[in-house]
């Protein structure tokens, strides 16, 4: 699976927009853009995923560039629950991708 | 309501005391997985199953044991825990094949071996 960079943190104002920038220039044609978090501690949860077109679901949106080498995860109006460490992903969608390999992540603190 | 359950969320044990950490899923799915979270280190997985009664290791199997008699179920066993294993642990379930979406964590459990 292909490697990510994602910023170590970023500090977001509540009600703004939180963009969180991946960079994954080696993925490769098969894999996908996932994203998941973690607030302190819990258990790691499911965002969003996708493959080259952007994609939206209740909880963030997902912009792919169209060269697909890097995304950004976005939060429209981040509330302090989102404070969180979020992780870039990038797998292949079938069973024969063993296990998600998470990075470091990017710490998002969202300001009151 | 989808879930993946561990039990005990919290344990304190001695070196050398057998003990099982219990994960239950009720979405049906086939892929189950262990991963322990240290500080610095990040999420690493320790075993994994694709369906009942096929288990493999993940990157830190030593001293871990598990198995998947059934679908629901995938308990992770420590013969004779030491007090390199104290970690916070989580399994995670999933869909096999095709576009699964996301997988699902349990709360974890947080586990420190004297």
């Known amino acids: 699976d292909a490697k990510t960079t994602q910023p170590t943190s970023m500090d977001c104002a509540e009600g703004r927009a939180a963009n969180l920038p991946c960079n994954h220039s080696?993925?490769?044609?098969?894999?996908?853009v996932y994203w998941y978090r973690q607030i302190h501690s819990q258990g790691p949860q499911y965002i969003i995923h996708g493959l080259k077109n952007n994609e939206t679901n209740e909880m963030a949106s997902l912009i792919i560039t169209e060269d697909r080498k890097s995304s950004t995860l976005i939060l429209p109006h981040a509330t302090l629950r989102d404070t969180a460490v979020y992780y870039c992903?990038?797998?292949?969608?079938?069973?024969?991708?063993?296990?998600?390999?998470f990075g470091s992540g990017t710490q998002l603190t969202v300001l009151p | 309501e989808a879930q993946v359950t561990q039990n005990p969320r919290y344990l304190i044990t001695v070196t050398g005391k057998k003990l099982t950490v219990t994960c239950s899923q009720n979405m049906n799915h086939e892929y189950m997985s262990w991963y322990r979270q240290d500080p610095g280190l990040g999420l690493r997985q320790i075993y994994y199953s694709m369906n009942v009664e096929v288990t493999d290791k993940g990157d830190v199997p030593e001293g871990y044991k598990v198995s998947r008699k059934e679908k629901r179920n995938f308990p992770l066993i420590l013969e004779s825990p030491s007090p390199n294993q104290t970690s916070l642990y989580f399994c995670a379930s999933s869909l096999m094949g095709g576009l699964t979406g996301g997988a699902f964590f349990g709360q974890g459990t947080r586990l420190t071996v004297v």
């Open positions: 080696t993925i490769s044609g098969n894999e996908y």
């Open positions: 992903i990038v797998r292949r969608s079938s069973g024969s991708a063993r296990q998600l390999t």
